[in-house]
């Protein structure tokens, strides 16, 4: 036997490179494989060339573009999941309070649903000067992670604990996020309420938890 019979006699084998690849790409909840799908069946394409005892092409193939739509959709998913859920959790009231310090009534209530975005623009005003009265102009605010607002599983409006920084000290506050509207279940991503905790000159509430103005706010 010539040593041309020999290697036209050897079997045709699928490349493991390409099978890899393929199994890469179907783990589709790990976006780390099926980033690395894509890679490996262009690697797998280059290293079965044109020899005919391999063949997987067809599999690095398909690993490719399943591994590049995975990916894609995965991105999808993250950007929705981030701009619905943990974009306004990390903000929290920071945008209604900027607005509001600045003198825009209407961007601050537009940042609530419901009561907050209803109410007369007098109680609103009540509220934000009060607010510069006691502690100067808002300058920002951070999730407080140490401590954990009381929250009901299931629920589409979840309070969360911030401190607030103003030009003369910093406080504490609860703001709800509304996720999803109660009623119809679309997504929102508003402000429900703020509470300021303070001990020495009251709390104070926006909306007003009472139909009284001067009930609820000093």
């Known amino acids: 036997m010539t040593q041309f019979d020999s290697s036209f006699d050897r079997p045709i084998v699928t490349s493991r490179l390409a099978i890899t690849a393929l199994v890469c790409s179907l783990v589709f909840f790990c976006p780390l494989t099926t980033l690395i799908a894509p890679l490996l069946g262009v690697i797998a394409i280059f290293t079965i060339g044109s020899n005919p005892h391999r063949k997987g092409i067809g599999l690095a193939a398909t690993a490719i573009v399943l591994g590049l739509a995975f ?43 419901g009561p907050g975005a209803t109410a ?38 979840v309070p969360f604990v911030y401190i607030l920084t103003f030009e003369k000290t910093t ?7 509304i996720i999803a509207d109660p009623t ?30 001067d009930e609820a706010l000093p």
């Open 71 to 113: 990916t894609v959709g995965q991105a999808f998913i993250g950007y929705k999941t981030y701009s619905m859920f943990i974009g306004p959790i990390r903000v929290g009231p920071r945008d209604a309070l900027a607005v509001g310090s600045a003198g825009d009534i209407v961007g601050f209530q537009n940042s609530f649903h």
């Open 120 to 157: 007369d623009e007098a109680v609103a005003r009540v509220f934000l000067d009060e607010l510069t009265a006691r502690y100067g102009g808002f300058v920002g605010c951070t999730v407080d992670l140490q401590t954990q607002a009381q929250t009901t599983p299931g629920q589409p409006a």
């Open 171 to 177: 406080v504490s506050a609860e703001a709800e996020i």
């Open 184 to 213: 119809t279940g679309e997504f929102i991503s508003k402000l429900g309420y703020i509470q300021i905790f303070d001990e020495e000159a009251g709390d104070l509430h926006y909306p007003p938890e009472s139909d009284d103005t």
